[in-house]
């Protein structure tokens, strides 16, 4: 494995591909979503909330694992639960999707369940 770098020098990346292990299959999924980092976390929001499938394989197993260019981690979920880290999760990522993006990012910013993945 390459050596590794903070996140906040990867926030540049559009996408990054996290890893969670099907809690009914045990087998890998892999799904490419938007993500924001304060440098120590990665911040996902989850459109679908806790009906997203992602989120609920996170729930069973908290361990995945995240890619983002040609750097891989092993990270650790959590869904984020403290007012002001929920509120920087949305920040972080509507900064940096919603001058790029056609339409309206508000909605989802307000109510998509925030997740935070932390290196192990």
């Not at 809690?23 to 976390?41: C, L, V």
């Not at 509120?87 to 989802?108: C, M, N, T, V």
């Amino acid at each position: 494995m390459t050596e590794q770098i903070p996140f906040g020098q990867l926030n540049g990346e559009q996408f990054c591909y996290l890893t969670t292990t099907g809690r009914s299959s045990g087998e890998p999924r892999t799904i490419e979503i938007w993500f924001g980092t304060d440098g120590r976390r990665l911040y996902l929001l989850a459109g679908g909330g806790e009906k997203a499938h992602w989120v609920r394989n996170l729930r069973a197993r908290r361990e995945a694992s995240v890619r983002i260019a040609a750097q891989e981690f092993a990270v650790r979920a959590a869904v984020v639960a403290e007012p002001e880290e929920d509120a920087l999760a949305r920040r972080l990522l509507l900064e940096k999707y919603a001058p790029g993006y056609g339409g309206d990012l508000s909605g989802w910013g307000r109510t998509a369940l925030p997740v935070a993945l932390e290196p192990v």
